[in-house]
């Protein structure tokens, strides 16, 4: 059965700092998600990642992947207030027709 | 317009009582979810239909029903609510079968008391 573990659960930093959080899955896939959920809301697409290698950027938010570690990271860079959120990275189960979601990162910016 | 939507979005309700959630997309999406979000954030698919047909139907009890009336509508039908079923439930599409990039909708909260 596929896991996916994140990294840290939860993330207090100060506005202006950088800091990575990490999604580790347990079997073999090639396409991961990262999705942003703001308190009492729904889920909103940030990023595809369908390669190895794979990198995407969106203002202060860059993800990657790397499928032969089985790891991607959502790199923040310059923390702003308006990044605190829940962020889950999620895991095509290859073959399976699902998407496995991770356990999520409660990020809170501190001023 | 609203891609994903859901109605209603709280419902309080007592055990034992029968309920229903509705799910439509305006997307053209072929394929549709239900997913259960608990107290502690976790997210778990539920179901998946892929033009109306079941696809996916994971370890939920029978008293959850999904029924799809059309590929651009999902309705979750509970049975006898038990205390352990608030949650938030979410609805989402994709344009197709196999695990792609899904589109959630605002999420229903279940308060079972």
């Known amino acids: 059965e596929l896991k996916v573990e994140q990294n840290p659960l939860f993330l207090s930093m100060q506005e202006g700092k950088n800091y990575t959080i990490y999604c580790n899955y347990s079997?073999?896939?090639?396409?991961l998600y990262w999705y942003r959920q703001d308190p009492g809301k729904s889920l909103e697409s940030l990023f595809v990642?369908?390669?190895?290698?794979a990198v995407k950027q969106e203002g202060r938010l860059m993800a990657s992947l790397d499928t032969k570690a089985r790891l991607s990271t959502l790199h923040i860079t310059a923390a702003v207030h308006d990044l605190s959120a829940t962020y889950f990275c999620a895991v095509d189960n290859f073959g399976n027709e699902k998407l496995t979601f991770g356990t999520g990162t409660r990020l809170t910016i501190i001023p | 317009d609203t891609a994903v939507s859901q109605t209603p979005k709280y419902l309080v309700t007592q055990m034992g009582n029968d309920k229903s959630i509705k799910c439509e997309q305006n997307?053209?999406?072929?394929?549709m979810y239900w997913y259960k979000q608990d107290s502690k954030k976790f997210l778990k698919i539920m179901f998946s239909y892929n033009n109306k047909e079941l696809i996916i139907n994971e370890t939920v009890p029978n008293r959850f029903s999904p029924k799809s009336p059309d590929k651009a509508h999902l309705n979750l039908h509970i049975n006898s609510l038990e205390l352990g079923d608030s949650a938030v439930y979410f609805c989402?599409?994709?344009?197709?079968?196999?695990?792609?990039?899904?589109?959630f909708g605002p999420g229903t909260r279940l308060t079972v008391t």
């Open positions: 989402a599409s994709s344009k197709r079968q196999g695990a792609s990039e899904q589109y």
């Open positions: 990642l369908l390669s190895n290698g």
């Open positions: 997307l053209g999406h072929d394929t």
């Open positions: 079997t073999t896939s090639d396409r």
